[in-house]
């Protein structure tokens, strides 16, 4: 059984650097990707659930899909130096939401192999995936104008 000390002392969480072309600049394509912690992931459910509150009703399950991928990448992207996620403000997370949709296919795919940290499990879970956000560049073909795309994906519930 973990001791307090090693508790309080545990190594931080897992991490990994990917390849995305889809956001390359000048040359770099590395992201970091990272585990969400207790507080991070609890952030995320109550976001997801607040989306179900908010936006379900109007917008359906397409919605709660797209925020669900949303939240999840901006919770999982952190800044390599800190640690710290890179997409924590509801501004910010509107900035991810126009990045490229097979970009962010590809983090939310690569973060959720890291969470799960079981191949068979993650191939379960892409048979299941949701598609990107159609507000996303390279998204799916529909246009940001056929439906307003509710804030509260990106809202913090902090």
Known sequence: MLSAEQLLTADELPSKVIHVPEW????DDEVMIQVMGAAAMSR??????????????????????????LQYVAACIVDPQTRQPVFDTPERVEVLAMKDGEGLKRVFEAATVLHLDDEA?????????????ASA????TRSNTDMDTPTS?????D
């Open 24 to 27: 390359a600049r000048d040359g």
């Open 44 to 69: 995320y459910q109550a976001r997801l659930q607040q989306a179900a509150r908010e936006g379900g009703k109007e917008y359906g399950k397409e919605h709660i899909e797209e925020c669900m991928m």
């Open 121 to 133: 499990a993650a191939a379960l879970f892409e048979k299941n995936s949701v598609t990107p956000p």
């Open 137 to 140: 560049a390279g998204g799916s």
């Open 153 to 157: 994906c990106s809202e913090s519930s």
